[in-house]
T-cell receptor
């Protein structure tokens, strides 16, 4: 399977704990995106990378959230001091560089905060 | 603020019916519109539309864009139970942003 891969698939944690998610994009794609999706809503953009550079961040990305893509391949999204409102599906997508490229999504990491 | 609105939010049909899903948008500097199908996991890409009036077709699914009236429709003919999913509409805007702005989706249920 050469699609976008996310790990873990599910994460349950207590409020106040830190969590980290990983995304491996399609190998030839140099753009990588993070979105958050809650029940009954479409995905909401969080941030995106072109190679290792983080080029855009949403206002949704509070200072408790940090994303990295150190070698321009896989990416991690860390949430510090988790809150109840962080419960959601975190989706990663990738695309080739260039205008109007479709983004291809992974299966997501479902985060539940107890 | 950029906005994408889908209607209806949910729809229940019988196998064999034809359905039309709607997507309207209010965005600064439209670039393209995309349709995705989301079953329980990853949204999977269906179509990208950039020009008005040109129909994109794949099997029983087709889609068209009207840039003057700022909307798109997704048609599914001879529906099957496997078409049951949430259909998401998303828009790319100009101005250096590479984010997709999504609507809430239309939940389609096809009953046998």
């Amino acid at each position: 399977d050469t699609g976008v891969s996310q790990d873990p698939r599910h994460k349950i944690t207590k409020r106040g704990q830190n969590v980290t998610f990983r995304c491996d994009p399609i190998s030839e794609h140099n753009r990588l995106y993070w979105y958050r999706q809650t029940l009954g809503q479409g995905p909401e953009f969080l941030t995106y990378f072109q190679n290792e550079a983080q080029l855009e961040k949403s206002r949704l990305l509070s200072d408790r959230f940090s994303a990295e893509r150190p070698k321009g391949s896989f990416s991690t999204l860390e949430i510090q001091r988790t809150e109840q409102g962080d419960s959601a599906m975190y989706l990663c997508a990738s695309s080739p560089q260039g205008s109007n490229q479709p983004q291809h999504f992974g299966d997501g990491t479902r985060l539940s905060i107890l | 603020e950029d906005k994408v609105v889908q209607s209806p939010l949910s729809l229940v049909v019988h196998e064999g019916d034809t359905v039309t899903l709607n997507c309207s948008y209010e965005v600064t500097n439209f670039r393209s519109l995309l349709w995705y199908k989301q079953e329980k996991k990853a949204p999977t890409f269906l179509f990208m539309l950039t020009s008005s009036g040109i129909e994109k077709k794949s099997g029983r699914l087709s889609s068209i864009l009207d840039k003057k009236e700022l909307f798109s429709i997704l048609n599914i003919t001879a529906t099957q139970t496997g078409d049951s999913a949430v259909y998401l509409c998303a828009v790319y805007t100009q101005g250096g942003s590479e984010k997709l702005v999504f609507g809430k989706g239309t939940k389609l249920t096809v009953n046998p």
